[in-house]
């Protein structure tokens, strides 16, 4: 199903014109990104740095688990989405592996915390079920893509607000991340419905389908929750400039929240009880215009279209 638009979060209006979903070959120079890219706001950078110690090898395994579902895709428009999602998924993939070699260059080495990421995706969420589990093969793929599209409800809202959020503009951060972010962040809310399509189309029927989709937020939700405390932790403990003299703490985060440097808490746990809804579709979630507008001035897009354009005959 192609995209429609959602303006203003949970409302709906009248798609735009349709349009291809395909990947842009972005680059960004981070020789001049400070390790904290928000000024005088440790807290706020690091606990979005986190999305780098989770996306490399979350969206490699959005691919793998997408490669397998290619051959069950019998409508069209399904699978051509679903290969243009996974050329998005996997530039956004290298996008971030080049940060954490930034941060490793700044001396905040990130190896320590991203191999429990890649036993993650890698082992408990491999091809074949963990720990010897006889789970049928068409069940297991069903579980994972349902995985995917709960994770994908999760970054659609957050591509949503990192596209509103003035604050992080007022808090004068550095050019080329606030970039990345919003470029990754259009990207998601371009594609947002395309994981819940795909587990529609392939997820079975009825009540066990629904059941599957329920499921795969229940393991989800709280897997994101837990990871997320911990990189944002990892990250502040181990930060060079703070030499050990700072921990991750509510209140902190609180504060960056208020001051519009991150999503609020209900902005994201609201997005739950309505992925859960029976008739949710995740068209109505962000807006694609919105999307799209920032694409087509996002400076390291334009540069991934200029030099696309100079390379076709």
Not at 39 to 44: D, F, H, K, V
Request: aromatic share 10%.
């Amino acid at each position: 199903m192609a995209q429609t638009d959602g303006e203003g979060g949970t409302g709906g209006q009248p798609p735009p014109a349709r349009h291809v979903i395909a990947p842009r070959r972005v680059a960004f120079d981070w020789e001049r990104t400070p390790l904290h890219w928000l000024p005088g706001e440790p807290t706020a950078t690091h606990v979005i740095n986190v999305l780098h110690l989770l996306l490399p090898a979350g969206e490699r395994w959005f691919v793998r688990v997408f490669r397998e579902a290619l051959p069950l895709v019998r409508d069209e428009r399904t699978l051509r989405d679903t290969k243009g999602f996974m050329g998005q998924e996997a530039t956004h993939s290298v996008q971030h592996a080049h940060v954490l070699d930034h941060l490793a260059a700044q001396r905040l080495e990130t190896r320590e915390f991203t191999r429990y990421v890649d036993f993650l995706f890698d082992r408990l969420l491999g091809e074949h079920p963990p720990f010897g589990l006889r789970i049928p093969p068409r069940e297991w793929l069903r579980f994972r893509l349902s995985v995917v599209a709960a994770i994908e409800q999760f970054t659609a809202v957050l591509g949503d607000w990192v596209l509103r959020a003035d604050g992080l503009d007022r808090a004068d951060p550095d050019a080329v991340m606030l970039d990345l972010l919003r470029w990754h962040g259009a990207e998601e809310v371009e594609h947002r419905a395309v994981a819940f399509d795909l587990f529609q189309h392939c997820g079975g029927d009825g009540l066990p389908r629904y059941t599957r989709r329920v499921a795969g937020m229940a393991v989800t939700a709280p897997v994101i929750v837990w990871l997320w405390a911990w990189g944002a932790s990892y990250l502040i403990r181990h930060d060079p400039l703070l030499d050990g003299r700072a921990r991750y703490s509510l209140r902190a985060h609180n504060r960056a929240v208020a001051k519009g440097l991150l999503p609020g808490w209900r902005e994201l746990f609201s997005a739950i009880p309505r992925y859960l809804r029976p008739s949710y579709h995740p068209s109505r979630e962000g807006s694609t215009r919105r999307a799209l507008a920032y694409l087509a001035t996002s400076p390291a897009a334009r540069a991934a279209a200029g030099a696309l354009a100079r390379a076709s005959p």
